[in-house]
T-cell receptor, first 116, second 116 residues
Framework: AQKITQTQPGMFVQEKEAVTLDCTYD???????LFWYKQPSSGEMIFLIY??????QNATEGRYSLNFQKARKSANLVISASQLGDSAMYFC?????????????FGQGTELSVKP | EPEVTQTPSHQVTQMGQEVILRCVPI?????FYWYRQILGQKVEFLVS????????KSEIFDDQFSVERPDGSNFTLKIRSTKLEDSAMYFC??????????????FGPGTRLTVL
């Protein structure tokens, strides 16, 4: 079974609108971390936002917020006020367990296109 | 802002040749990782490294692969005898020795390896 599932291969959004990128995860470990990364066409992986499994509040970083629904095992990324520069691949990833230095497990990614 | 650097940005090699991919992690980070991304696919974990030894490795990381921290700043991935299927983007990442958000892995810009 997939540990991280991103069901939207591609998404379109109008500039200045908000968009939600879906991510569901599967783990039996009570402690885990969820991450979102952005990969522009240039190829680098840029860290966006982190949510810990024990965090009581949804994470926010500027225009990025994470809609964390633990019971549903979902960690959707919300980008507010989309900009043309937001066009990129977005990857959801999970680190299981409390161990530092644990590997990241990535989803297949969602390609976001922002229309002017 | 400190960042992970990788050299070269692009490496072309003949099948059967050895390649060494180089990385300079963020200076106060203690955990180091290699991931790869075959074109159009998700990012896959290869190996993690801490305290001068491998912490974890994936099934992909077979005897053809090795990692080394030859000095206080560099972290290398060696592929002894490259195969066509080794063609991919290779990412180095590093993280601090701390729990929670501080365990975020920061990625380098990647080395695109092409095996002919």
């Amino acid at each position: 079974a997939q540990k991280i599932t991103q069901t939207q291969p591609g998404m379109f959004v109008q500039e200045k609108e908000a968009v939600t990128l879906d991510c569901t995860y599967d783990t039996s470990d009570p402690s885990y971390g969820l991450f979102w990364y952005k990969q522009p066409s240039s190829g680098e992986m840029i860290f966006l936002i982190y949510q810990g499994s024990y965090d009581q509040q949804n994470a926010t970083e500027g225009r990025y917020s994470l809609n964390f629904q633990k019971a549903r095992k979902s960690a959707n990324l919300v980008i507010s006020a989309s900009q043309l520069g937001d066009s990129a691949m977005y990857f959801c990833a999970m680190r299981e367990g409390d161990n530092q230095g644990g590997k990241l497990i990535f989803g297949q990614g969602t390609e976001l296109s922002v229309k002017p | 802002e400190p960042e992970v650097t990788q050299t070269p940005s692009h490496q072309v090699t003949q099948m059967g040749q050895e390649v060494i991919l180089r990385c300079v992690p963020i200076s106060n980070h203690l955990y180091f990782y290699w991931y790869r991304q075959i074109l159009g696919q998700k990012v896959e974990f290869l190996v993690s490294f801490y305290n001068n030894e491998i912490s974890e490795k994936s099934e992909i990381f077979d005897d053809q692969f090795s990692v080394e921290r030859p000095d206080g700043s560099n972290f290398t991935l060696k592929i002894r005898s490259t195969k066509l299927e080794d063609s991919a983007m290779y990412f180095c990442a590093s993280s601090e020795e701390a729990a929670g958000r501080e365990d975020t892995q920061y990625f380098g810009p990647g080395t695109r390896l092409t095996v002919l």
